[in-house]
């Protein structure tokens, strides 16, 4: 099975950005949707953004327009761009990977996180 590996988080001040990296351990061809999800603690984890190898990606409300998620089949890495960060998003993030939809993917396999801090 896939494995997957997050990398670039840290700490950042406020409106700064950061780009999440999350390599895989083999061909991401075959995997159907991937994704960014992020926990903090003591909340819920949810889901950031996804998007498969084709069409539009998928991201929450509270990252549009700050947030670009990317994938390079042929490097079998996928990238979240995090531009103007906020306090609130402070957390760690995780990548994923399963079948679709976008929307609500059923993600079976999980990378360990990369911790996101920004400070105000």
């Known amino acids: 099975q896939v494995q997957l590996v997050e990398s670039g988080g840290g700490l950042v001040q406020t409106g700064g950005s950061l780009r999440l990296s999350c390599v895989a351990s083999?061909?991401?061809?075959?995997?159907?949707?991937m994704g960014w999800y992020r926990q903090a603690p003591g909340e819920e984890r949810e889901l950031v953004a996804t998007r498969r190898s084709w069409g539009s990606p998928y991201y929450a409300d509270s990252v549009k327009g700050r947030f670009l998620i990317s994938r390079d089949n042929d490097a079998n890495t996928l990238y979240l761009q995090m531009n103007s960060l906020k306090p609130e998003d402070t957390a760690m993030y995780y990548c994923?990977?399963?079948?679709?939809?976008?929307?609500?993917?059923?993600?079976?396999?999980w990378g360990q996180g990369t911790q996101v801090t920004v400070s105000s």
């Open positions: 083999g061909s991401i061809l075959s995997l159907d949707v």
């Open positions: 994923a990977a399963g079948p679709g939809p976008i929307q609500t993917p059923s993600m079976r396999i």
